[in-house]
């Protein structure tokens, strides 16, 4: 068997790598629009997440870069094998799998699985978040994420989004405000933060 399986395809390939890129270039720019804030209040929490966050995603994306060249390069060499080759090989790798069947939350497999339309729905969110932080200030934008996503995507009652969206707001104000001492982002219509 090769290097690289059969299975994996070029285009799927290709938008993992993307995504990773786009969150990488995201962290970025939060590790350099951190560099505004004073450092005694930048050094904890913005700084050492935002640093995480951009060798995580440096990490994935050298992963997923050399997954789609490896991708590319299987293709290649796909389309000179003969049909024949790839149903034997399938069913070698089938067998293989039954032994070890892949696990409902297995991140390869979500990842690997996730239809396009649910992934920008996701990144939808995310991008929705930062606007309305930038608008309103983290604790509205924690609260009304919270409350639309459980409600619209996790389907989950009206009243337990609620209840949930008040226990993670307040227990991020106390955080922030009471334990940490840190200030959250003030959004520019809503100073409040």
Known sequence: MSEQSPGIQPSRAKSDFVIAVVLLLIFMGALVWSLTYPPAVAMLLPRIAIGLGVAATLWVSIGKGIRLFRANGAAESNEQRSLAEIVVATD?????????QVADNDAEHIFANTPRRLWLISLGFIAGFFAVMWLFGLFIAAAVFSLAYLVFVGRKSWVYAIVYTALLTGALWALMR??????SPAGILFTGG
Not at 92 to 100: F, L, R
Not at 178 to 183: H, R
């Open 178 to 183: 009471l334990v940490t001492y840190i200030p």
């Open 92 to 100: 070698i790798v089938g067998e293989e799998a039954q032994g070890d």
